[in-house]
């Protein structure tokens, strides 16, 4: 089984900026879709962007424009760059392979990383 590894997160300012890292233990990132997850305390996880094969990116409203998908199929790694944090975006985020076609979870679940905004 595909093991994730999610790194990155931390205590930044609203405003401020950081870049989460996915790191998978096979090569799967390449030939599959991945996305980001976020979890806030006592809710379910929920989707915040994905990346296609192809290279298509989708967003949540609440995210566009201020986060940003990416890449490394040679490291088997997925980035999330998010810029312009703001409190609400304080959560555990997690990465995961995706259905193709139903964007559900395919993977059991990282450790996640924590990211915290204050004010």
């Known amino acids: 089984q595909v093991q994730l590894v999610e790194s990155g997160g931390g205590l930044v300012q609203a405003g401020g900026s950081l870049r989460l890292s996915c790191a998978a233990s096979g090569r799967i990132v390449s030939m599959n879709v991945m996305g980001w997850y976020r979890q806030y305390p006592g809710k379910q996880r929920d989707l915040v962007a994905s990346?296609?094969?192809?290279?298509?990116?989708n967003y949540v409203d609440s995210v566009k424009g201020r986060f940003t998908i990416s890449r490394d199929n040679a490291k088997d790694t997925v980035y999330l760059q998010m810029n312009s944090l703001k409190p609400e975006d304080a959560a555990v985020y997690y990465c995961?392979?995706?259905?193709?076609?139903?964007?559900?979870?395919?993977?059991?679940w990282g450790q996640g990383t924590q990211v915290t905004v204050s004010s």
């Open positions: 995961n392979m995706l259905h193709p076609v139903y964007d559900r979870p395919q993977l059991s």
């Open positions: 990346i296609r094969t192809g290279g298509t990116t």
